[in-house]
């Protein structure tokens, strides 16, 4: 993790996290979008990202996703990895984080959010923990706390979540659990 502010004050921010918000395209994934013959978009997601993403949900921080694109291949994902919180077709993401805010679950500077273009910057400026991606535009790499070492598509997501147990006091206790299953 490259750290873009105090690195003490980015792990502070990390132990308030109660929720991560995910971008789709060029962070869950690589962010090239693959066009079959009969004009599907597939998608290709990492193993690794599922399963950090898994971990993080068994210690109670819940996971959503925030996509400007409405894909059946998003929705399996989400389905897969049980995450209820899937906001697709959704070009607006401030107000989709006002949303998620109104009910009284989360406040901002309890969640994280990565993102890696400009329709993510205005959650960016406004969560707790704002992350990125090196394959990101660079308006959202300047405005990001924390950078991945990883690019979207290839593990960023799991480095988040490492990121997220470390700081919460929690990943060893998941390795634990993944060496006893």
């Not at 959010?113 to 205005?122: F, I, S, V």
């Amino acid at each position: 993790m490259i750290f873009q502010i105090d690195e003490q004050t980015a792990k502070q921010k990390a132990r308030n996290v109660r929720m991560l918000l995910l971008d789709v395209d060029g962070v869950l994934t690589d962010g090239k979008l693959y066009v079959g013959s009969s004009g599907e978009v597939l998608k290709v997601f990492n193993s690794l990202d599922g399963h950090g993403i898994k971990m993080l949900k068994r210690t109670g921080i819940e996971v959503g996703i925030i996509s400007g694109r409405d894909s059946p291949a998003l929705s399996w994902r989400a389905a897969e990895l049980g995450i209820q919180l899937l906001y697709k077709g959704r070009e607006d993401k401030l107000a989709v984080l006002e949303e998620i805010t109104s009910n009284g679950t989360c406040s901002n500077d309890q969640i994280a959010y990565a993102g890696d273009d400009l329709p993510d910057l205005a959650v960016m400026t406004r969560v707790g923990l704002a992350i990125s991606v090196p394959n990101g535009h660079q308006e959202a790499r300047q405005r990001a706390d924390l950078l991945t070492e990883t690019v979207g598509g290839n593990g960023a997501v799991r480095e988040i979540c490492d990121f997220l147990l470390q700081a919460q006091g929690n990943y060893q206790q998941s390795i634990e659990q993944a060496v006893d299953s």
